[in-house]
């Protein structure tokens, strides 16, 4: 595999590489030698042993449950996983506001304690009554959050689904229309490789440096260029216009008339993809509306607030246990929602999308390797094809 640094064999001599005007980066015409006629075989051994590497999955935990049995093990995964997954830090300032009050109450309740002045409260009264018609909205706005937020979340694997099966259709285009020119092929495929792990990047607004991620399957002038653009997958889709347009270009094989449909369908492949990130960008980049959250809360701690009042004088100091529950039952909700609504971080609620990069890696490596073992690609790569 080539190291960063050195030009791949399977790199376009055609393609551009930036120099530094001033403070901005320019496009100039590369001089770089033309590579060998086949490359195929290297930019499939370089995609062999990027696939080699292992995925570094952050703390993501992927749960499918088995429903072909009793799934056993699945419950036990879930029933004893008492802190992994959950966002428990989100709820501490409520939960330590309502739980003050719950001990507090039962203190001042407590006639061991308090004597004569222990405060005593009826078990059904008129704010007993309206405590339990408060409980119909709150339980609305709790399955609205968790409903919104579940959209979102499948909204994004969706969005990433596509982005994969249309890596898979610009591959497979590329080896069909491109194979007389091997060069805007291979860079077809590697940039479509490159464009996944760029936009898991961008999406998460942080991530390796591209020299080091894409070791092989980028040179340094384009790694310098990712480093320095601020939204890296425009550039990918740019460079598979480019190799596109290059390619297709020079084939004289086909009449001109199917040569632009070969382009236009690619083309409406690449706008596609530019889609799908623009879905995940809408979706990291949109919260919900401040009001909504706003009176979600302040409604969802008022009533918990209420709890303690109407269980103390049935329950005792056994009723800031219940009200523990009770606030641990609805405040998850809310911080589950929390969790799960922005999914391209690195948390163990978030999209495993380390690994469906190298899904795309992986399925364009078969790719190019199926088309080795096609005669009429063969030929049209060794210029013998009618």
């Known amino acids: 595999m080539a190291p960063v640094g050195e030009r791949p064999d399977f790199a376009d001599a055609g393609q551009f590489s930036p120099v530094s005007v001033g403070s901005k980066p320019h496009l100039m015409k590369s001089n770089r030698s033309q590579p060998s ?7 499939v051994e370089t995609l062999r042993e990027f ?6 999955l952050g703390r993501h935990v992927i749960f499918k449950p088995n429903p072909d049995s009793i799934d056993c093990s699945g419950w036990c995964f879930t029933l004893f996983m008492a802190f992994r997954g959950r966002s428990l830090v989100h709820m501490a300032l409520p939960l330590l506001i309502i739980m003050t009050e719950a001990v507090a109450l039962a203190a001042f309740g407590d006639p061991n304690i308090m004597g004569d002045r222990a405060l005593k409260l009826s078990s ?6 309206g405590f339990r018609m408060l409980s119909v909205p709150v339980a609305f706005l709790l399955v609205f959050r968790l409903n919104r937020a579940a959209v979102r979340y499948y909204d994004a694997r969706a969005a990433f689904g596509k982005l994969i099966e249309c890596a898979r259709v610009l591959a497979g285009q590329a080896v069909q229309y491109l194979a007389h020119d091997p060069r805007n092929r291979d860079d077809m495929c590697r ?15 942080s991530g390796p440096d591209p020299g080091e991620e894409l070791a092989g399957l980028v040179t340094e002038d384009e790694a310098d ?24 270009r020079s084939c004289t094989h086909l009449p001109p008339s199917m040569a632009a449909q070969s382009l236009n369908q690619m083309e409406a492949t ?8 623009g879905a995940m960008e809408r979706i990291s980049n949109t919260p919900l509306p401040i009001a ?20 103390h004088s049935t329950l005792g100091w056994a009723a800031p246990l219940v009200t523990l529950v009770i606030c641990i039952a609805m405040l998850g909700l809310e911080c589950a929602a929390v969790a799960s609504e922005r999914p391209f971080g690195e948390n163990c609620n978030h999209l495993p999308m380390g690994a469906f990069c190298k899904v795309v890696s992986e399925n364009v490596q078969q790719i190019l390797t199926q088309s080795m073992h096609v005669p009429v690609f063969r030929d049209l790569e060794c210029g013998v094809a009618e």
């Open 37 to 43: 006629f086949h490359v195929r075989e290297h930019l």
């Open 225 to 248: 260029l990712l480093r320095e653009v601020n939204n890296q997958p425009l550039l990918c889709l740019d460079r598979m216009r480019g190799a596109a347009w290059a390619g297709l």
């Open 191 to 205: 940039w479509v490789v490159v464009f996944a792990f760029t936009s898991k990047n961008f999406l998460r607004g």
């Open 124 to 129: 059904d009264g008129p704010f007993q009554e």
């Open 51 to 56: 696939n080699a590497r292992e995925v570094p």
């Open 292 to 311: 909504w959250v706003v009176h979600l809360r302040q409604i969802l701690v008022l009533f918990l607030l209420g709890v303690p009042w109407t269980l």
């Open 270 to 277: 690449i706008a596609l993809m530019t889609g799908t990130t």
